[in-house]
Nanobody, 127 residues
Framework: HVRFVEFGGGLVTPGESRRLTCTALGFTLDAYGIGWFRQAPGKEREGVSCISSDSDTYYTDSVKGRFTISRDNAESAVFLQMNDLKYEDTAVYYC?????????????????????WGQGTQVIVSS
């Protein structure tokens, strides 16, 4: 199985910024679409932002204008730049491969066939 590693989270105050990084162990990411997902306690995992293998992107409404997804295939990494963080962004963030951007949406995310989730990286927004 593909093994993904996420890092870059931490404790921040509202309005601050943070950048998350997704890498893969034993694989290069250039041929993969990659999605960032998050899960807060008591809630379903939700899609946050996704990027296709040809760099088309998707953002859920709650993060539009604040988050930016990008990739650097030479470094085999996908990034999530998070600006103006809010209390509701508090969650554990995971990355996973996707075949289509639609798997970032609430309607199709449950159909994503992937069960090798990494440990995730925790983002806590608190004052």
């Amino acid at each position: 199985h593909v093994r993904f590693v996420e890092f870059g989270g931490g404790l921040v105050t509202p309005g601050e910024s943070r950048r998350l990084t997704c890498t893969a162990l034993g694989f290069t990411l250039d041929a993969y679409g990659i999605g960032w997902f998050r899960q807060a306690p008591g809630k379903e995992r939700e899609g946050v932002s996704c990027i296709s293998s040809d760099s088309d992107t998707y953002y859920t409404d709650s993060v539009k204008g604040r988050f930016t997804i990008s990739r650097d295939n030479a470094e085999s990494a996908v990034f999530l730049q998070m600006n103006d963080l809010k209390y509701e962004d508090t969650a554990v963030y995971y990355c996973a491969p996707i075949t289509e951007l639609k798997y970032c949406t609430s309607q199709y995310a449950p159909e994503l066939e992937f069960d090798n989730w990494g440990q995730g990286t925790q983002v806590i927004v608190s004052s």
